[in-house]
């Protein structure tokens, strides 16, 4: 692991981008910000400009309309990005997997670095998640 | 030509500044996390941040817009920052006596960054970035106003003494200008100013994260992003310094620098406790707040000077 990658490592700057969502996966990912989980312990910062972002967050289902939106938002991205998914629905479409205007699972549409499943997934499940994705390579 | 490069560039020049001003940014978002009940981020993280921008992420240029002014305008701002805090540092380090007049060129160069903010984000061609250009020129007429008074209100309690040196040398023999009714009132004025000029919290209606996500940063990314940040940590070190070589009696030699450094950590202590105990104002209030409060404050400060208060 060089100088680079540990920078990369130690900065992570998370953009939140939700689809059509139920808002559980939202509130557990706002909770990680409050002082209570405390992520910017870890260097991890919630930025409001995809041009920022080190980390795409991606939870709820993503449906037609959404997938233009994350694939647009995909390409604007500086690389290098991580991808992650969030929630079940984020990670194989849950209960909505069968819905008519359901576009597909995150990864079939942007390539995903990690997933973390639950429905919503605990705070503490989230951050263990970012953990193991700061460490990967 | 070769000592006043190594003046510019290392000590007390780029690289010093860059590492003081990213300690202390550290030490504001520590402040920050310990005012939330949070831990906080590990101490270099702003170097963490810095080397990521600067070396790993790629750098997006905007379809619609200027190109080159998208990228020149970052450096024009480290280079202000850097410039200005050359000449308060070598006066107040006791390095170099400067010249007469620098204190003016100071407040001149002080306002470069913010210059080069609104010309890159106007170069980027994004509604967000032209509303926070807008949100920071409306920012520069109310506050400059109020800062340009300050160091008028300076140099007249100093005897009409156009240079750092001076004034320093004036505070250091007989005694801080802070220690009198006008010198509070100064001080009062001129940390608002500070304030607004990092944009920081009461002022950052250019930045605005949660209405316009980061306003007139929105379209940098990757290197001209890491200059910007380079130029915020400047800047975050030398106005502080600023305003401690103007009212808090400068640096002593010796054994004194830790004062010095106590002071400097005080006035960014205050800056940050402001920034965390108060809401973000429409740019409206902000102009009133110093066009007229502000003003009003200093110019009692000025006449009660002409008193010799």
Known sequence: ????????????????????????CDIEILDCL????????????????????????????????DRDR??????????????????????????????????????KIIPVDAYIPGCPPKPEAIIAGIVKLAGKK | MAVYLFYFLIFPGLLFMAVAGALLSWYDRKITARVQFRKGPPLLQPFYDFFKLLLVK??????????????????????????????ILLPLFDIETGFRGDIIVIFYLLTLPSFSYIIGSLAS????????????MKLIISYELTFLLVVAAVIMKSGQQFDMNSIIETQQTGRPFIGSISGVLLFVAGVFCIQAKLALVPFDMPEA???????????YSGPPYAMIKLAKYIMFFILPAFLVAILLNGMNPGIN????????????????????????????QASGFFLIWMNLLVVVAIVLIAFGL
Not at chain 1, 43 to 54: E, M, P, T
Not at chain 1, 77 to 100: D, H, M, S, W, Y
Not at chain 2, 209 to 219: H, K
Not at chain 2, 274 to 282: E, Q
Request: aromatic fraction near 10%; hydrophobic fraction near 45%; include cysteine.
């Open chain 2, 125 to 136: 061609g994004n509604p967000l970035a032209a509303v926070g250009a807008s949100r920071e």
């Open chain 2, 257 to 284: 620098i830790i004062w010095f450094i106590l002071k400097i950590l005080g006035v960014v202590l205050l800056l940050t406790l402001i920034r965390n105990t108060n809401p973000r104002l429409k740019i409206k």
């Open chain 1, 1 to 24: 692991m060089g100088f680079k990658d540990y920078c990369f490592r130690k900065s992570l700057w998370v953009f939140h981008f939700g689809g059509a969502s139920c808002n559980n």
């Open chain 1, 70 to 107: 994350l694939l647009e938002l995909y390409r604007q991205a500086p690389k290098p990005i991580l991808v992650v998914a969030i929630g079940a629905c984020g990670c194989t479409g849950g209960i909505f997997a069968e819905g008519n205007t359901f576009a597909g699972p995150v990864d």
């Open chain 2, 209 to 219: 994260e949660t209405e316009l996500a980061s306003g007139i940063y929105i379209e």
């Open chain 2, 58 to 87: 790629e750098s997006i240029l905007p379809k619609h817009g200027s190109r080159s002014v998208f990228l020149i305008a970052p450096l024009l701002g480290v280079f202000g920052a850097a410039m200005a805090g050359l000449f």
């Open chain 1, 34 to 65: 409050t002082p209570r989980h405390d992520l910017e312990r870890f260097g991890i910062l919630l930025v409001g400009s995809i041009r920022h972002a080190d980390v795409l967050l991606v939870n709820g289902s993503i449906n037609r309309r």
